[in-house]
Structures are given as structure tokens and as C-alpha cells.
């Protein structure tokens, strides 16, 4: 199963992530938006921030998610590609955002929005969602 893919879209970033599990579409969809801020490595030592985020909702939650790692990327000049997950529900997420620091972002992420957001479960039980990132 691929991790994501590049939808077309005119102005913005739009990225389809796939998982088996919800906790793996929420780390592919975080690769996902990491490897399209084409980010200049500085250090290749691991850097890990914990994380805490709560949700109205569990579509919130991934909009939520994301947006945090951005936010914290963009703080403390790190890009995050993976996560660890100590507690994961519907609304709720407990971990650490694990990741890099770097000199420079290729691609500027202004945002994750809202809009056209879509997380479904499909027949064979894999999950699929679709995120637009205001770049």
C-alpha cells in the first residue's frame, strides 16, 4: 500500500493518504506533508517533541494534528516524519512528533484547512483521507 499521493489542485497542496489503521493514515499524511516542505536537512540526530492535542471531532482531530506539527515545525526549524503515539482515540492524541532540524523549508505550508477535508473507511477496512494545505 502506497503511504499517499498528489492530487492536482490549481493554487494549493492537496495530498490522499492511505492506512490500515487510523493511527497509520495519521503518520502518512504527516510524511505526506513533510516530504512536499522539501526541506534542507541541517542534522540527521533525531529530534522528538511530545505532543497533546484534543478534538472536537475525529476529522478536528487530523486537521489538529497536523496543523501542530506544522506549527512546531515552523517554530523551532525541525520537519517531523514520523510519530509515536502513546495514546490515540477519536478526539484525542498523546506522543511525540519525531523528526529533524533544518537549515531551510523548499515548500511553505501556510496552513491545513478544512475545506474538502474527507476521512473515510473503505470496504476492505483500509482508511483513506484527503487533506488541502494552504501553501
Do not use: C
Not at 532540524?101 to 484527503?130: C, M, N, P, S, Y
Amino acid at each position: 500500500m502506497k503511504k499517499f499521493e498528489i492530487l492536482e489542485h490549481k493554487a494549493d497542496l492537496k495530498i490522499r493518504a492511505f492506512g490500515r489503521t487510523k493511527e497509520e493514515l495519521f503518520l502518512n499524511m504527516l510524511f505526506g506533508m513533510a516530504e512536499n516542505q522539501k526541506a534542507e536537512i541541517k542534522s540527521k540526530k533525531k529530534i522528538r517533541r511530545k505532543i497533546k492535542i484534543k478534538s472536537l471531532d475525529f476529522p478536528a482531530l487530523l486537521v489538529d494534528f497536523l496543523s501542530e506539527a506544522l506549527y512546531l515545525g515552523q517554530v523551532n526549524k525541525e520537519i517531523y516524519f514520523n510519530a509515536k503515539f502513546a495514546k490515540f482515540t477519536e478526539i484525542g492524541i498523546e506522543g511525540e512528533l519525531i523528526g529533524q532540524k533544518v537549515k531551510r523549508f523548499g515548500e511553505d505550508i501556510k496552513a491545513v484547512t478544512h475545506h474538502d477535508l474527507d476521512i473515510r473507511q473503505k470496504k476492505d477496512r483500509t482508511w483513506g483521507a484527503t487533506v488541502l494545505f494552504d501553501i
